[in-house]
């Protein structure tokens, strides 16, 4: 079955770095786009970024563009969020999730994900 697995989230001080990870299991990891989403603190779910399958095509949530980067490992089948010069806002937990093929198109409409993982906490705070 398909899975998905977070982690890496923890506390961070503003103007720090993390990096956080998503194993997938259960499906051809390569063939997907996948995406992060977060939802912070009694917000609604904000799409974060997304990554083409083969990991050249990467976009970003204006929120976080130029300081997040996302990447893959498709040999590892493992997702990845590196997360720098955070901000108190960005404090939320992390979901990744995978776009089905056929929404690849509107791979930011988090309403079109078919799988998601559990999510890993991040809080950016002094």
């Known amino acids: 079955q398909v899975q998905l697995v977070e982690s890496g989230g923890g506390l961070v ?3 720090g770095s993390l990096r956080v990870s998503c194993a997938a299991s259960g499906f051809t990891f390569s063939n997907y786009y996948m995406s992060w989403v977060r939802q912070a603190p009694g917000k609604g779910l904000e ?3 997304a990554i ?3 990991g050249t095509g990467t976009y970003y949530a204006d929120s976080v563009k130029g300081r997040f980067t996302i990447s893959r490992d498709n040999a590892k089948n493992t997702l990845y969020l590196q997360m720098n010069r955070l901000k108190p806002e960005d404090t939320a937990q992390y979901y990744c999730a995978r776009v089905p093929s056929e929404h690849a198109s509107t791979y930011w409409v988090y309403n079109e994900y078919d799988y998601w993982g559990q999510g890993t906490q991040v ?3 002094s």
């Open 13 to 15: 001080q503003p103007g």
């Open 47 to 49: 799409w974060v970024s």
């Open 52 to 54: 083409g399958p083969s």
């Open 123 to 125: 809080t950016v705070s």
